[in-house]
């Protein structure tokens, strides 16, 4: 489909059906409509044909005629456009050129992932907004922190100016506002080599970085050098919200009389503000199915992200259920080890079962946990020692239905809850009046330190690893005081580079400790007066197990009596309150580790009589 260069040339194909003629114009024809650039149509109502002399970069579109009108239409499969919207679209070659690493997509049990937006995650070129190759300046910055995946929001072309991407027109594109333009890719160009130069790689020729398309690539590649993983969301419940004329909305240019059931790849049922994709029909599946297979083969992407699924399943029936089986059956064939993780409200284990009885996702983003730990965390802000609903917290660690913890994604924030007018930060959550007091910071690193330790895919949204207590916008022009403080990291910002130090730590943890990536995993111990929680983790068959307990009062606790797995030594591997002020020259714990040596308590044979700081997480390993 699309355009694709082959000998001296290029074949072209859309699929338009109902269209009475298509012809395709472009620099190589002088966008002239004639007998030559007429496509020919066939059975199943696609237009296709081959044109002498067309080359990389060339510019062209579809003019189609039919019904409702005639006029230039843009490729639905095009793989890059020309800025500013209208604009043509723009054949081009796949040869970039990827560096041949060892990487390989992470077991699943092994993704903490980082969810970015890319054009405000970081933005050193005010008024314009953040780039492809901005987020790979970052880089070093991710894996320091120790996470093993970036996800990213969609970033499929869209028509306005400012978009979280989720009204995306132009699937197989993508953004141009996030590509940095041919005169400005010099200093880029030299950071990405300085990147490549630290690992002894081939650096980059600039013309390797133009355009959209290929810094997207390099953003990939240069992602994959550095062992991280690098997630797409992408949206198939519907599209638009801004179409425009040259858009795929009516692209067979059908009578608008008839309503948006008229316009191909669409029903006339809206969500968003754009419309459903109309899963009853094959070049619709395939369509979407093709994006995806593109995504995770052209670009080399280790897993995609689907939002609103449970709209594919509803809005779309009666057929997105069945989609969905297609979607997920044909791309693990396509790509085994790539992750495919839906977003489904409310949470529906059924989603991630095979497809004999499910939709055949791996994983799904569940809120359970999520909802509880804001909740604690908000009502332990409250000027008193009222108990918090710590059995809440402890019956969410496991959604029920779910039969490996890999198979639901959990974390306190992300780019829904936290976006501008919504729910605020962990931080001001933990106190409002104040997010950078003891109470804030403590209260952020247990909000944090939870969806670290707890079973599931842990994911933090930009900014939570270094005490970000803002809310978010995608739109910066009119929001630059929303924007990520990075400034405070550079200035050497002691209280957030104490919180980036804890969180990096505490994921360092996770792979010095298996338990914490295991499949056992208990509830010991919950009291809401208390404010205490105590879990269990380890590997199933093999042990290595760590107990995890929480504290959320505001003062400290000794002689706290907590189940233990096992008798003797237990060392205390980390104790959050050590990152108050590093080190915390008043730091409460247990001196590096404790002695389970009391009696049977909590359905454990041994118990061991525990100093819990304020507002903490401690963890033990044997």
Avoid at 25 to 34: K, Q, T
Avoid at 156 to 163: A, V
Avoid at 176 to 190: I, N, R, T
Avoid at 509 to 531: E, I, K, T, Y
Wanted: charged letters at 20%; glycine letters at 12%.
């Amino acid at each position: 489909m699309g355009a694709n260069l082959v000998a001296d040339g290029a074949t072209f194909r859309v699929w338009a059906p109902n269209a009475h003629s298509v012809h395709v114009i472009g620099e190589f024809n002088g966008r002239e409509r004639n007998d030559a650039s007429l496509l020919t149509p066939d059975e199943q109502g696609h237009w296709r044909g081959f044109m002498r002399g067309v080359r990389d970069r060339d510019r062209y579109m579809f003019y189609v005629v039919g019904d409702g009108g005639e006029g230039p239409k843009r490729d639905p499969y095009a793989r890059e456009l020309e800025t500013p919207f209208p604009s043509d679209s723009i054949v081009r070659k796949t040869d970039f050129p990827w560096h041949d690493t060892s990487y390989v997509t992470p077991q699943f049990h092994n993704f903490v992932i980082y969810q970015l937006h890319v054009g405000t995650f970081f933005t050193p070129n005010l008024p314009r907004g953040g780039t492809f190759l901005d987020v790979a300046g970052k880089i070093p910055h991710l894996v320091e922190l120790g996470v093993t995946a970036i996800q990213i929001l969609p970033i499929q072309e869209f028509q306005t100016q400012f978009s979280l991407g989720y009204n995306g027109t132009d699937y197989f594109s993508p953004e141009m506002d996030f590509a940095v333009a041919d005169a400005d890719l010099g200093p880029y160009a030299a950071q990405a080599n300085a990147l490549l130069d630290a690992k002894g790689l081939e650096r980059y020729d600039i013309q390797d970085l133009r355009g959209e398309m290929n810094q997207l690539k390099a953003l990939i590649d240069l992602c994959h050098i550095h062992g991280l993983a690098v997630i797409l969301d992408v949206v198939y419940n519907h599209a638009g919200g801004d179409f425009g004329d040259e858009s795929m909305y009516f692209l067979d240019r059908q009578s608008r009389a008839g309503g948006n059931g008229n316009s191909l790849y669409f029903t006339d049922r809206g969500h968003a503000g754009g419309l459903v994709f109309d899963f009853g029909k094959p070049e619709v599946r395939d369509f979407l199915i093709q994006n995806a297979k593109f995504y995770l083969t052209e670009y080399r992407f280790d897993g995609l992200r689907y939002d609103q699924v449970s709209v594919i399943d509803q809005d779309g029936a009666p057929h997105g259920w069945s989609f969905c089986q297609d979607l997920t059956s044909t791309l693990h064939e396509h790509r085994p080890g790539a992750l495919h993780k839906a977003e489904y409200w409310g949470v529906n284990p059924y989603i991630v079962k095979p497809v004999r009885e499910g939709a055949g996702f791996d994983t799904t983003l569940t809120d359970g946990l999520r909802i509880a730990v804001r909740e604690v965390i908000g009502n332990a802000s409250a000027p008193d020692e009222r108990p918090l609903n710590m059995t809440g917290l402890a019956r969410s660690l496991w959604p029920e239905g779910f039969p490996e913890h890999w198979r639901f994604v959990q974390g306190p924030e992300n780019h829904d809850i936290v976006y501008s007018g919504r729910e605020p930060r962990v931080a001001r959550l933990g106190d409002p009046g104040n997010p950078r007091s003891w109470f804030g910071r403590s209260r952020a690193r247990v909000a944090t330190g939870i969806g670290l330790t707890a079973p599931g895919i842990p994911m933090l949204f930009m900014g939570q690893e270094f005490l970000e207590d803002k809310q978010w916008s995608d739109n910066f022009e009119f929001h630059r005081d929303l924007l990520l403080h990075w400034a405070g990291l550079d200035a050497g910002d002691k209280q957030m580079l104490d919180h980036v130090r804890f969180t990096r730590e505490l994921l360092a943890l996770r792979w010095r400790q298996p338990g914490l990536r295991g499949q056992g995993f208990r509830v010991v111990h919950a009291s809401d007066g208390n404010r205490v929680l105590a879990f269990h983790r380890w590997v199933e068959g093999e042990g290595h197990d760590v107990m995890v307990v929480v504290h959320l009062s505001t003062f400290h606790r000794f002689d706290y009596e907590i189940g233990f797995p096992g008798g003797g030594g237990w060392r205390e591997v980390f104790n959050s309150d050590v990152y108050e002020n590093w080190v915390n020259p008043e730091v409460a714990g247990n001196g590096g580790g404790v002695n389970a040596d009391r009696p049977a308590l909590h359905g454990f044979g041994n118990s061991a009589a525990l100093t819990l700081p304020a507002n903490s997480v401690l963890v033990f390993a044997r």
